[in-house]
């Protein structure tokens, strides 16, 4: 299959063949229309594709707008924000969380959180995790954190869990 084969041109396909089977059906009555009043509906037929393909362009924009702002937000924080699956295992993080770490961001998805907390609070830590996991609750907690250098910090961990695809996963932050 040619490389320039993607999504948009099976979909400009799907869409010819549809419209092809819809004329196809169109009775005699139709084709005996006049060409004037054929032309004058296909005229008025594209400028309203034209006028609902500007409304999608502006909706595009104003999505993309919301985007980035979120992004500037989330990123960019002074706050330390993640999100941890079911089994304790880092999912994402802010930008904040690897500084507060010591860590390289890439690095931090599929690692243990418990990782990262000081060996006498690792139980209060699990204490958390599995409060956290069992209700909608909110759930916080002041936790020593090792940096991946070794020096420890105080945090102060705020975590809730939220249902954001079918599996449930806890977010947790942190200042």
């Not at 002041?142 to 809730?160: I, M, N, P, S, V």
Request: net charge negative; charged share 35%.
């Amino acid at each position: 299959m040619d490389e320039s084969w993607d999504g948009s041109e099976r979909r400009k396909t799907q869409l010819r063949e549809a419209a092809e089977a819809r004329l196809a059906g169109v009775g005699s009555t139709e084709a005996d229309r006049p060409v004037a009043e054929l032309l004058h509906e296909l005229q008025v037929h594209q400028i309203e594709l034209e006028m609902q393909n500007e409304s999608l362009r502006q909706a595009q924009v104003e999505l993309e707008t919301s985007r980035d702002r979120y992004v500037d937000l989330y990123e960019f924080a002074p706050v330390g924000y993640l999100t941890l699956t079911r089994e304790g295992l880092i999912a994402e993080t802010n930008l904040t969380v690897a500084a507060l770490l010591g860590e390289v961001r890439k690095q931090l998805p599929q690692r243990r959180f418990e990782h990262y907390v000081t060996p006498e609070d690792r139980e209060r830590w699990r204490r958390l995790f599995i409060s956290a996991m069992s209700n909608e609750a909110r759930r916080h907690c002041e936790l020593a954190l090792l940096r991946d250098d070794g020096t420890r910090f105080q945090a102060h961990l705020d975590c809730l869990r939220k249902r954001r695809t079918p599996t449930t996963r806890p977010r947790c932050a942190w200042s």
